[in-house]
């Protein structure tokens, strides 16, 4: 039987093999992302494609070297390179001599056969239709526990008092959500996870500050990307409040368009009416709605050479002026170093804190 895999995006791997695991596959984990990883994927990958492009080029070939004969990926729609993604992908690991097996997922309120053929295809264990269904929502609970616990991991580091303790109680929880398997088993282990989060010694007087963090998925998801710089804001006392996780995303490209996606493109209408590809549109709708709750800053992730971000990052400016809040920009690629990037956010955080004791301030004379 052949082995599988997939992308490595964040922690949802977790719940991606619990499924196909049910479904009847044996899976190859995906490695973590590291410098063997991007040297892989930018040896064999076009030198000017996209950062996620290369890292996934990378992953695959680790995979391959594991027992992987199948990868189970996403395709994409619009003006946005990362739509061709499992082709080429497909093509460069044929011309290496791989004989490989790659099933792609288009949007299923799309394209609803696609997504049919493609689990008939994984349902290796000849699972009922009925059966499906239950691994279904058996993996998606699951997923929905990891993005509880990385959402309030975000809002408690920057007030925890030992630094680091947040994380190194997060990184064990996360164990715990993962060994679950029932239903049942899966909430109690996620609200054995909050508490455990919320149980960690904080400081409630200490003064923090927010920012909204938007850009292209991959690098929005996967910390390996971003050189954990959700984790970098956190240790600043920044609590951070990421514009996508992977259940909202699913969400809008499998079922209908949420409330809250369309309410992005309608605040985005007045600077960016059209669709540009990838996340170019959700970047500035989400922006502009950080900047109406009262955030203190915006930082925008965004591969080097990713058009739809190119796009928005023009943009950001004028956003940045006309609703007062301050937007730092970081384009990635294999020659990005954590130390500038900390230094830049050093530098950022400084700005924001200023500008917050400034107006409080300036309140407080004119009140």
């Known amino acids: 039987?052949?082995?599988?895999?997939?992308?490595?995006?964040?922690?949802?791997?977790?719940?991606?093999?619990?499924?196909?695991?049910?479904?009847?596959?044996?899976v190859v984990v995906p490695l973590r992302p590291n410098k063997r990883t991007l040297d892989l994927g930018v040896r064999y990958s076009p030198e000017f494609a996209c950062f996620p492009l290369k890292i996934l080029m990378g992953t695959y070939l680790e995979a391959v070297e594991m027992g992987a004969g199948t990868i189970v990926t996403s395709g994409g729609v619009g003006p946005c390179r990362a739509g061709e993604?499992?082709?080429?992908?497909?093509?460069?690991?044929?011309?290496?001599?791989?004989?490989?097996?790659?099933?792609?997922f288009e949007p299923p309120r799309l394209y609803p056969l696609n997504f049919i053929k493609n689990v008939r295809a994984l349902n290796?264990?000849?699972?009922?239709?009925?059966?499906i269904i239950e691994r279904i929502k058996r993996g998606w609970r699951m997923l929905q526990a990891l993005d509880n616990a990385e959402k309030l991991s975000h809002v408690v580091r920057p007030r925890e008092i030992k630094t680091g303790t947040t994380t190194a109680v997060y990184k064990k929880v996360l164990d715990w959500i993962s060994g679950a398997y029932t239903i049942e088993q899966i909430v109690e282990a996620e609200?054995?996870?909050?508490?455990?989060?919320?149980?960690?010694?904080?400081?409630?007087?200490?003064?923090?500050?927010?920012?909204?963090?938007?850009?292209?998925?991959?690098?929005?998801?996967?910390?390996?990307?971003?050189?954990?710089?959700?984790?970098?804001l956190g240790n600043l006392g920044v609590e951070v409040e990421r514009s996508m996780f992977l259940t909202g995303w699913t969400r809008?490209?499998?079922?209908?368009?949420?409330?809250?996606g369309l309410t992005i493109k309608e605040a985005a209408s007045p600077y960016l009416p059209e669709l540009v590809g990838g996340h170019g549109r959700?970047?500035?709708?989400?922006?502009?709605?950080?900047?109406?709750?009262?955030?203190?800053?915006?930082?925008?992730?965004?591969?080097?050479?990713c058009i739809p971000e190119i796009v928005a990052r023009t943009i950001l400016p004028r956003v940045s002026k006309d609703y007062d809040i301050p937007v730092l920009t970081f384009f990635l690629d294999e020659q990005t170093g954590k130390a500038g990037?900390?230094?830049?956010?050093?530098?950022?955080?400084?700005?924001?804190?200023?500008?917050k004791r400034f107006q409080a301030g300036a309140k407080c004379l004119t009140g």
């Open 124 to 131: 290796k264990a000849r699972v009922s239709i009925r059966g």
């Open 252 to 260: 809008d490209n499998t079922w209908n368009e949420t409330t809250h």
């Open 341 to 355: 990037m900390t230094t830049r956010l050093e530098a950022f955080t400084d700005l924001m804190r200023r500008k």
């Open 282 to 305: 959700d970047s500035i709708g989400h922006t502009i709605l950080y900047a109406k709750r009262g955030f203190d800053g915006i930082i925008q992730l965004a591969p080097f050479t």
């Open 85 to 104: 993604y499992a082709m080429l992908h497909h093509k460069i690991l044929h011309d290496l001599g791989y004989d490989l097996k790659m099933i792609v």
């Open 191 to 232: 609200a054995a996870a909050l508490e455990a989060l919320r149980s960690i010694p904080q400081d409630s007087s200490r003064e923090v500050l927010k920012v909204g963090i938007v850009g292209e998925i991959y690098v929005l998801l996967e910390p390996a990307s971003n050189l954990e710089i959700e984790e970098t």
């Open 1 to 26: 039987m052949s082995k599988v895999t997939f992308p490595r995006m964040g922690e949802s791997w977790r719940a991606f093999k619990l499924l196909l695991e049910d479904l009847g596959n044996e």
